[in-house]
């Protein structure tokens, strides 16, 4: 079986974005894959964290996780600060990576643009080599992810065949899988940015645990356009093309079909019953999430996942160690 990793930070509650450009898409692979998915909580330092909160969301997460289906029988869920192997890899691939290459990465450059003054941290920087550790440590094939890590994972790539060139081939060198649709679930009051769990309005960003009244009047007033026809355009009308995405990957029907359905009828007509798909989608998952998160599960889950995940982790750092000759040969 072909091995994937993929992860997610707990910076904020899980978004339908999350769900469209990931999770989703995790739990149609978990019955074909040996999937290892993992809380990213050490990515979550690059901006500073109320300990309590971030404590809570790591559960969040994987509750979250359980609650829209992955099956803790077939996934291993873990945390990755709990396996040191990480931050050890991480190091290594300092040293294999440099300066102008981190210097390009897209979500850096948008990151400093943003910070007017001098207080970024380091590990914004460095967070892609860290990125490369979570998933050449577990010598993946695939690395399912949303659009904006399309380039850290090519980064890892690059790390991969530079390290295998260096030192004989010792990383398997991951493809990302990006889903052809909902790759970038866009915000749904400005449609030309990704919806993002840790932007300041929650007027654009669906959470999977939104109030299901809330979440069908954020539908209804989402930014379309003055036109009238419910058409896939992102270019020229992006709200809209993102609500017929939306819609799709939902309902299970191809966006054609929907701009058929909807081809003599109105905007509020095509976001009322596309509000409903919603909800009927959230309902379930968030009952389900209810009775995991104050059941024992998650911890059962996680040590499990500890066990398996950091005995691979573990070898195969201690192995790259020995190949740069740290240490003593042993
Ligand atoms: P933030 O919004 O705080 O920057 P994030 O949601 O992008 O964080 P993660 O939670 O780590 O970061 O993302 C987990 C996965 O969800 C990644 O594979 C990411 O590509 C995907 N993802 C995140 N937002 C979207 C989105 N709007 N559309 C599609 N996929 C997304
Ligand atoms: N960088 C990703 C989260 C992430 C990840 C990973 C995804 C951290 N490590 C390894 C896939 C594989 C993000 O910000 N969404």
Do not use: W
């Amino acid at each position: 079986m072909k091995r994937m990793v993929s992860g997610i930070k707990p910076t904020g509650e899980l978004t339908l974005g999350n769900y469209l450009g990931a999770i989703q898409n995790f739990v149609r692979f978990q019955d074909d894959y040996e999937l290892f998915l993992f809380v990213a909580d050490l990515h979550a330092l690059t901006t500073p964290q109320n300990k309590t909160v971030l404590r809570k969301r790591i559960k969040d997460v994987v509750a979250m996780y359980l609650a829209c289906g992955l099956n803790p029988n077939k996934v291993t869920l873990f945390v990755q600060s709990e396996i040191p192997a990480h931050s050890q890899m991480s190091y290594l691939f300092e040293s294999h990576s440099y300066v102008g290459e981190l210097s390009r990465m897209t979500q850096y450059k948008d990151k400093i643009a943003k910070n007017t003054n001098d207080s970024m941290h380091v590990s914004l920087f460095t967070y892609p080599v860290l990125m490369a550790a979570d998933i050449l440590l577990y010598d993946a094939d695939f690395v399912p992810v949303g659009d904006d890590q399309k380039q850290h994972v090519e980064l890892t790539r690059t790390i991969a065949e530079r390290f295998n060139h260096r030192h004989g081939d010792f990383f398997v060198v991951p493809e990302p899988i990006i889903p052809p649709l909902g790759a970038r679930i866009m915000d749904l009051q400005e449609p030309t940015k990704k919806m993002s769990k840790s932007d300041i309005s929650d007027k654009g960003f669906i959470l999977l645990m939104d109030d299901l009244a809330r979440t069908k009047n954020k539908i209804k007033s989402a930014v379309t356009d003055s036109d009238t026809v419910v058409r896939y355009d992102v270019k020229n009308k992006p709200g809209i093309a993102n609500l017929l995405t939306i819609y799709a990957l939902l309902s299970d029907s191809s966006i054609e079909a929907l701009e058929r359905k909807y081809a003599s009828q109105s905007y509020q007509a095509f976001k009322s019953d596309l509000a409903d798909v919603v909800e009927q989608t959230l309902a379930p998952i968030q009952a389900k999430y209810k009775e995991i998160i104050t059941s024992p599960l998650v911890d059962q889950v996680l040590d499990e996942g500890l066990a398996k995940a950091s005995d691979i982790a573990y070898k195969k750092v201690r192995k790259a160690n020995q190949l740069l000759g740290l240490g003593r040969k042993r």
